[in-house]
Structure formats: structure tokens, C-alpha cells
């Protein structure tokens, strides 16, 4: 007899609210990087395990609600994560609307939301009516602890938990995150036999437009992955570190728990040669800085050119730890694209944001240095930051212009939960989005932070137009003609096309889209 599923880890579909237009063609469809290893680590433990990734199936929330309830998991495990910054919270959006719906037909099927909006803000996520459990932090050992009871009596007992005591809101002493000695045996890798497909594995899922050279035809197959969880970087804008917090206090951010862990570059290669092995070329290392610690990253990279696997994958770095002699190694592992973290024109505004752990470096000649070495760059800009004027943010466009990389990402500065710009925002009275999709950088109800000098529609109007300028400019879509070919600079010209409604700007609402 076929054992009960313990846990089904869920995603829902969030794309055509968090992306308008652009979710039709041009976004990523990334695989559920976390249900994949919150799977895996839970069936090596003895666990029945499954996913449902409606995103990738193009599953409404109502056809998601029903696979569920044919499934008779024990518990609906709504996995909220995301490989960029806001997409915790922006993932809020399908995952809360799918998992009401699943209340409402089905009460019996108790519910867990687990990510880094729920690590950010636990006691919120809790009071959700719909919502019968939160996972403190990352979860792993939280999830473990919750599915070895009959997740009804001695609840108090399990460590990691949020749970509703009579209804009201409780939050028992956190777990701890899996530690770097444990890393390759609590979270062995990947789950992706349990992935959907239609004719191969991974072919639901898709690159980012200019990782596959902004040719359409190869962005599918494609896989996502982590080599290192965390960041060393404490940034006022980022809340990554959140899911490291080992602390129920109000008022926690990522910063207090700015650490990194590391899979040993023996196992993690492992899980590029079974992609490689399952006809996967293209793939993500979505990593947080990848580019940092020599001690792990040139073992893999060598590993991956030794073995010759014929990937394209891109992965990020900060300007200041580029090093330049194992650029010509990355290249040969297949890395042909690195995203650099510029942020903003301004030196002063980029040293304040970080801290002061920017070094200072010359930008221009870290990207000459790069190119050399036949390496793609995409380069990161922020707008809006609280000392951001139209000067300063005039200073960082012009940079993106005369850096003229390969690809760009122009982003609105959000105060995201989690971050210390969360609580400053909050401190100074600044306003704040009152919905998940106010947080997403591309959707209707984009609301990014004011400035000390700035309003919040000042500072998307600038972003949407900074976009526009950087995609239409005659040497960028030159730089695409030379470089990718004829029809994708056609392809850029179209995508260039698409223009975002905002609501904060006084457009209209977009027209419904995407499965819900």
C-alpha cells in the first residue's frame, strides 16, 4: 500500500500580478528552488513527499485547490520563497489567495507557510485565517520536528513553529538553521524527479530572456541552484539573511544574521552533473554572492570545467570581489554571464546603503576586465534610495548608459520586510505598500519608498523611464545585434515595447491576465 503523503509543497502562481505583460514572454519561470530542497531533506528523513508548482503547470488557483484535495497531504506545506529580493513577499500574492481558497473548500487540510516573508514578519503571516502554521527561519528542522507529531496535540513542544493556540496567534522558541557541518546531510540536494514536464525534465521551466541570449528557442530546458546559502553583507536594502534568524524579537533584520553556508564543492557538483545528465544546459547559480569565497568556489568551477558539461549559467558578485585571475576558469565552467550589484551612480549613496563594505573601485575597468574575458555582464541599478535625488538618480542612469552592459536591471528601492530599511522606513513614518503587490517591482500597485527628497511616483516614473532609455538606446541595441545577432535585437526592440500601467502613475488597471 502506497504510504500517505505527509507533506505536498506548494507553489502558486503569482507571475501575471508581480510582472503584468512581461510575464507572458519575457520573465523567467524558475523552479521552486526551496520545495526542492525542503523535499528532498524531508524524504531522506523517512518523509512522503510531493510538489505542486502550479506556476510551472499554469494551474488557477481553483485547479490548484483541487490537485491538493486529491492529494490528501497531510499538511499543504505554501513554500514562499524566490531567488530575488522582493519575491518573498511578492510570492505572497498567489500563495495566500490559493491557500484561502483551499481553506475555504477544504478545513480539514491543515496549511504551513514557510519563506522569507514569513521569516520576516512571522506573527502577521500567523493571524491569516487561512493560515494553520508558519515555519520559523529556513525551516528544515522546523518542518522535520512538525511532521514527526500528529500535528494536533503537544504542539507547544515543537521547536521552529508558529501554531494558533485556540485561536490565538503562538510562536514557540526557533530552531536553528542547518549548520555548515550538516549541510550536505540534512539538505542532500535537489528534488527535481518530482518537478512536472511535459516531453523532458525542466521543460516547464524557463531562462530569464538574456540568459539565453535573447533567443526564445533556448530558454527551456532550465534549472535553478544553490551552491551557498546567505550573505556576509549587511545592505540596508536586502532581506535575504532574514531566513537565517534564530531570534522571535520584534524588530529583527536580516542584518543581525548575515552569515554564509556552504555545501562542500564535492557534493554540490554533483547536482550540476545529474541536470547536465537530465539534458539541462541552461541554469542559474542563484547564489547571493558566488563570486567570494575562493575556498568554495574554485574547487566547483574547476570541477565544472574539468567535466566539460556544456552549461551556460550566469551568477551574481558584487563589483569589489571580482578577481579577475579566475575569470578565464568561470569562463571555461560555462559561466558566461556574471551580475554585478552597481546599485547606483553615486559612491556617497552606494557607501551608505552598504554599510561602508563597498571598496572603492573602478566600476568602468571591472567591467572592461570581464568583457575580456568573453563573460556577459548584467548590471544592477536601484532608484530611489533615501538620500536619492533626481540628481543622484540621473547620475545612475547615466553610468548604465556609458557602462552599456549586456543586460540591465532597473529596480524601484522597496523597504522590503526584513531589511533595516523595513524598520527605518517604519521609524521615520515613511509610507509603506498596504498589499503583497505593492512590494513587486514590476506589477500595477508598485509603491516604492519616498525619499528625503523624492515621492514614491517620482521615483517609479523616473525607474519606468531610465528602463525605457537603457532598452532603446541605438548602442545598446547595437551592442545586441553584435554580440546575439539580428533577430534578437529584434527580439529586445519588441520586448521594449511593452509598456508597465502603474497605479501610483494614474493609469488604469491592466486588463486580467495569467492563470488567475
Known amino acids: 500500500m502506497k504510504k500517505a503523503l505527509d507533506v505536498l509543497f506548494v507553489t502558486a502562481d503569482s507571475l501575471a500580478v508581480a510582472y503584468q505583460d512581461l510575464s507572458k514572454d519575457y520573465s523567467a519561470v524558475e523552479p521552486p528552488t526551496w520545495s526542492l530542497l525542503l523535499a528532498q531533506s524531508c524524504r531522506s528523513k523517512g518523509f512522503a513527499v510531493a510538489i505542486l508548482d502550479a506556476t510551472a503547470e499554469r494551474l488557477d488557483h481553483a485547479q490548484a485547490v483541487a490537485r491538493i484535495a486529491e492529494l490528501k497531504p497531510r499538511l499543504a506545506c505554501f513554500v514562499v520563497y524566490g531567488q530575488n529580493p522582493n519575491a518573498g513577499t511578492t510570492s505572497m500574492i498567489g500563495n495566500t489567495a490559493c491557500c484561502q481558497l483551499l481553506k475555504e473548500a477544504h478545513p480539514e487540510i491543515l496549511t504551513v507557510f514557510a519563506g522569507s516573508h514569513t521569516s520576516a514578519l512571522p506573527r502577521e503571516v500567523l493571524a491569516l485565517p487561512q493560515v494553520d502554521f508558519v515555519l520559523l527561519n529556513e525551516g528544515v528542522y522546523a518542518l522535520h520536528n512538525l511532521l514527526r507529531t500528529n500535528l494536533v496535540d503537544h504542539l507547544d513542544q515543537v521547536k521552529g513553529i508558529g501554531y494558533k493556540r485556540e485561536g490565538v496567534p503562538v510562536l514557540n522558541p526557533p530552531e536553528i538553521v542547518v549548520p555548515q557541518d550538516r549541510m550536505d546531510v540534512d539538505l542532500p540536494g535537489y528534488a527535481w524527479d518530482l518537478l512536472p514536464y511535459d516531453k523532458k525534465p525542466l521543460d516547464r521551466y524557463r531562462a530569464h530572456f538574456w540568459h539565453a541570449g535573447f533567443d526564445h528557442e533556448k530558454r527551456t530546458p532550465f534549472a535553478a541552484l544553490y551552491t551557498s546559502l546567505g550573505c556576509r553583507f549587511r545592505c540596508d536594502f536586502c532581506m535575504i539573511n532574514i531566513v537565517n534568524r534564530a531570534d522571535n524579537a520584534e524588530g529583527v533584520t536580516s542584518s543581525n544574521s548575515a552569515v554564509m553556508r556552504f555545501w562542500s564543492p564535492e557534493f554540490i557538483l554533483q547536482e550540476f552533473v545529474k541536470l547536465a545528465d537530465l539534458g539541462v544546459r541552461t541554469v542559474r547559480i542563484s547564489d547571493e554572492m558566488f563570486f567570494l569565497n575562493q575556498k568554495y568556489y574554485e574547487p566547483l568551477v574547476r570541477g565544472l570545467a574539468e567535466r566539460e558539461l556544456g552549461l551556460n549559467m550566469w551568477s551574481y558578485s558584487r563589483i569589489d570581489t571580482v578577481r579577475a585571475k579566475y ?173 508597465l500601467k502603474r497605479k501610483l502613475l494614474g493609469d488604469p488597471p491592466p486588463a486580467a491576465t495569467g492563470a488567475n
Not at 559561466?335 to 568602468?364: C, H, M, P, Y
Not at 575597468?365 to 570581464?370: D, G, H
Not at 519606468?464 to 548602442?475: G, I, L, Q, S, V
Request: overall charge neutral.
Open 327 to 499: 575569470l578565464e576558469l568561470f569562463k571555461k565552467a560555462g559561466i558566461n554571464w556574471l551580475a554585478l550589484g552597481v546599485e547606483a551612480g553615486s559612491q556617497n549613496i552606494r557607501r551608505e546603503i552598504s554599510k561602508g563594505t563597498f571598496e572603492d573601485v573602478n566600476i568602468r575597468e571591472i567591467v572592461r576586465t570581464i568583457r575580456a574575458s568573453d563573460i556577459n555582464v548584467i548590471s544592477n541599478f536601484i532608484f530611489g534610495f533615501p538620500d536619492d535625488t533626481m540628481e543622484t538618480m540621473q547620475q545612475t542612469l547615466d553610468l548604465a548608459l556609458e557602462l552599456n552592459t549586456e543586460t540591465a536591471n532597473m529596480y524601484p528601492c522597496q523597504a522590503l520586510p526584513g531589511s533595516p530599511l523595513y524598520y527605518q522606513a517604519k521609524a521615520n513614518g515613511w509610507k509603506l505598500p498596504d498589499s503583497y503587490g505593492g512590494y513587486a517591482f514590476l506589477s500595477y500597485d508598485s509603491e516604492p519608498m519616498p525619499t528625503r527628497h523624492l515621492s514614491a511616483a517620482q521615483v517609479l516614473r523616473f525607474r519606468d523611464e531610465a528602463w525605457r532609455k537603457y532598452f532603446t538606446n541605438p548602442a545598446y541595441l547595437d551592442l545586441v545585434e553584435k554580440r546575439f545577432g539580428v533577430v534578437q535585437r529584434k527580439n529586445v526592440e519588441q520586448m521594449s515595447r511593452i509598456k
